[in-house]
């Protein structure tokens, strides 16, 4: 982050948020459950997300691609309490929470429940949350929309993303939405 900024560079940076690293977690206990560690962990993300705000990030995305998943009630919780935490302990911290490889199904109202700054979808593996996301962000909610497939190499068909994205941006504004690849180009 601090190389590109003094490049004259602002960028986002990513982190994988703390309910998937737990939830990917492994343990040799079968009855032990991840998430009993989040009291622990959420002061060391504050950390993380202290020193980026202070050394001039405006915006930090957190990919939490569990939101694709089948979400119990104590999964959702977590995601409540974790989100709650950073919003009052970095207020001046704009959070992308970023979701990935599919549909968030159930979870979008758990997603747009959360207090951040902005939300990103998967389009290309789930083309379908395009008009459901739209019509459920709440005001002042920026988008990111995933449009650009992140795992292939082959060029875009840009106008015809232009032409499919082009009234998401018309009823939301240019402001709140983003255009963005669907997950990490790291696979590309």
Request: with cysteine; charged share 20%; proline share 6%.
């Amino acid at each position: 982050f601090e190389e590109a900024k003094a490049l004259g560079y602002q960028t986002r940076p990513v982190l994988v948020g703390p309910v998937t690293f737990l939830k990917l977690g492994k343990s040799t206990d079968a009855g032990f459950d991840p998430l009993s560690l989040l009291d622990g962990l959420v002061p060391v993300y504050i950390e993380v997300l202290r020193e980026l705000a202070s050394k001039g990030a405006i915006w930090v995305q957190l990919d939490e691609p569990c939101l694709v998943l089948d979400l119990d009630d104590a999964a959702r919780k977590a995601l409540g309490k974790t989100y709650a935490a950073f919003a009052e302990a970095v207020p001046s911290l704009k959070i992308m929470l970023a979701t990935t490889f599919g549909d968030l199904g159930d979870n979008l109202s758990t997603a747009l429940a959360r207090p951040v700054a902005g939300l990103h979808v998967d389009l290309v593996r789930a083309p379908e949350m395009l008009d459901k996301v739209v019509a459920a962000a709440p005001k002042g909610l920026t988008l990111s929309l995933g449009a650009i497939d992140g795992r292939n190499i082959w060029r875009a068909d840009l106008s015809a993303l232009l032409d499919r994205l082009e009234p998401a941006v018309a009823k939301l504004g240019s402001d709140r939405v983003q255009i963005a690849p669907s997950c990490s180009l790291l696979h590309v």
